[in-house]
């Protein structure tokens, strides 16, 4: 037992059994458990939940199952353009990177921007050019691109449409965790859209949208139809249902994600509080996602009947 709690998220959406094949399903599942526990073994020895939460997002980013970082999708123009954000609950500090195209990790690139510079958030090239100037790792353009997203993008533009992933799911991946001090962070990280207009900005790297954290409420880190969280803001709908309105993490995470759904928006998010309740509501038929809370053990789960016992 312990105060440590993590979860994490591989994206949302509709995801077809069938179309597991072979043993994509098993390997998803031990990529999820093998990183929740890699960021509560973190915890445990004392790191901070910003530390935690940045970690299980690149290694999250690094594992090419999922849309961010290497294997992310890709844009109108065959390039991956990728969003990422920090926050830390103590003292609401955070970073966000918009757009990059060049950095191996944003979520690091994220976090860089919240600890040297005076901004919350760079786009673009120049944000590329703060991580090179800042000892945030490059790489070439085709270090991210992935002969599943090419193909992927081939049949989107074909069919004249702009999707989430490859199985019709939603592919950010994200974090949220709870150190043993009682302090909250969140990070997320995402390739975004298939097909996506180039210079497309989601929810995930938008502060109080896609990624927020505050160490009084919750930790939040959203996947799902990006515009629709924006127009929410979906993660501060949730610290101020907590806050304001006197909500559990539970009822608050369910509400807002209802008023996303009010308005044609489908997704899910992970969140924890100061207490260490862990919610993991989704609208979507599944959402990878996996934690550890109060019993310390693992668990993993993909659709709406896996296991659900937080
Ligand atoms: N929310 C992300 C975006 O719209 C996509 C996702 O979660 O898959 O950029």
Partial sequence: MSDARIAIH????????ES?????????????????????????????ALDAA???????????????????????????????????????RCGAVAAVQLTRNPVCLARRVM???EHVLLAGPNADRFGAEHDVEQVSRDFFVTEDRRQQLASAAAAGRVSLDHDEKYGTVGAVARDREGHLAAATSTGGMTNKVPGRVGDSPLIGAGTWADDATCAVSGTGHGEFFIRSMLGYDVHCRMAYRGSSLEEASRDALESVARMGGSGGLIAVDREGHIALPFNSPGMYRAW????GSPHVAIYRDDDLDT
């Fill in 54 to 92: 940045e970690h299980a997002v690149r290694l999250l980013e690094e594992c090419e199952y999922f849309n961010a970082g290497r294997g992310c999708v890709l844009n109108a123009d065959g390039v991956a353009e990728m969003d990422a954000a920090v926050m830390d609950g103590a003292g609401r």
């Fill in 20 to 48: 597991f094949g072979d043993d994509r399903e098993a390997r998803y599942r031990r990529a999820l458990e093998d990183i929740v526990v890699s960021g509560w073994n973190l915890l445990r020895s004392g790191a901070s």
């Fill in 115 to 117: 600890e040297a510079s």
């Fill in 10 to 17: 591989g994206g949302a959406g509709v995801i077809d059994p």
């Fill in 292 to 295: 550890i809370g109060a019993d």
